[in-house]
DNA sequence: CGTGCAATTGACGTGGCTCAAGTGGTGTGG
DNA sequence: CCACACCACTTGAGCCACGTCAATTGCACG
């Protein structure tokens, strides 16, 4: 409980399975060992273990080295609005730096490790590579890019249309990092997919019931295993006969 | 039609009226004199005239100098949605960054002059310049930001909340100009706002409408008066009573 | 003066929310 | 080992905010 220095001293970017996803893609080894050299790597997360909250300055930028975690904003109400899911090589904090403070709170959703990057390390090391300069600035315009089209979806798709893109692209990430595809289990509640998607547990809960009824999908509490990929992703509006509606 | 090569030779950052908006903010002399070296100004863009297309390579970042864009992107059915409208001091193309080519559109709304930023001229520059790249960082981590509190807008708040947070924020953003927050014109169509917003023209002339009839605002066409912002606040959800609900 | 788009307004339909009840799994304490 | 509490999840019934469809008006432009 009180130990709270860095462990798994034998744990570097060097030899993380994950580092073509993470900061380190494309740096040389000189620059993999400096970036390394300023990383921090701390005890487990377990769930419900909060990284940081909205308002507490912006000390470090965290990546993910496994599990999962959520990231959310509290409106003036005091609601939750979840605004990411995190998988390992995820980046977190991009959108503290501008205020200099964080401005929503990260929350483990299991036992999750992470690498934590003290930022002012992490911004003048960046000034002497520019290959760590230009990979901060594309995982920025990654994350910039994703946040447009999750915008695209909850202002103009149906529940069906959302819950079936999300589960596409929760299986394109899990693929992504060399996991299955087709079957994985969800780290978050309904209730969570839900306030992800601007939908109710009823909601996600009926529309999985009606996957599942078609042979889309099977459901086995947090276990999904996906039966028919291109039904879902015509679904999620990957249409096979996009224009067919004519004048 | 045919000129196409820079005019106003007399336009610099130096004595542009938004550059604290802007990417000169914090550069000294001699670096703002650099990053004005590399800028572009070209002819006005009209209502119409895109700037860029989803999929062109990406070439330059566009900053707004007058006028009003919006950006948008299609879905696979060629359905537009709107992810932002632009004043000026905007930065246009961060989004762009990742994929190296532009991963949307840019469009004006009425007569605009942007200065166009070759993107691997900054690239090298900020490089140089260290206040430059922390600038760079902060629109960036802005935009992310700005878009995370639109998505939670969308996902969980009803139709008036999300008008009245458009007015209000279009309001500070006038402000921020030093244009009237009190009384503005829409660039933008009710459609436009309404796609936006993820809400249809219809809903959108009726709450306006609404609005004018509680005396919340005034509306002539695309002249808009905020007659009561503290009501309007309220209804945004920067509620005057927000804890009051208790266990 | 006619054409066309933006905006308004009304009538109507419905997708997804709300409310409510019930089930199942898991951890805890007796 | 069982009883109980708690939480995630499911399922049904009813309702309403907002979308859809349609008609009308107003304004700008040639």
Redesign the pocket.
Known sequence: MANDKSVSNHIHCQNCGINQLCLPYTLDDSSLTKLDSIIERKRPYQRGDVLFRAGDPLISLYAVRSGCLKSYMLNDSGEMQITAFHLPGDLIGFSSIAENSYQGYTEALETSMVCEIPYDNLESLSGQLPTLRRQILRLMSDEINTDKRMLSLVTSR???ERLATFLIELSARFRKRGLSSREFR?SM???EIGNYL?????????L??KFQKESLIK?D??FVSLLNVDAISSIAGILPIPCQQQA
Do not use: I
């Open positions: 149906s529940a069906e969800l509640t309904r209730a601007g939908l109710t547990v009823e909601t996600v809960s009926r999985l019931g459901v509490g947090r």
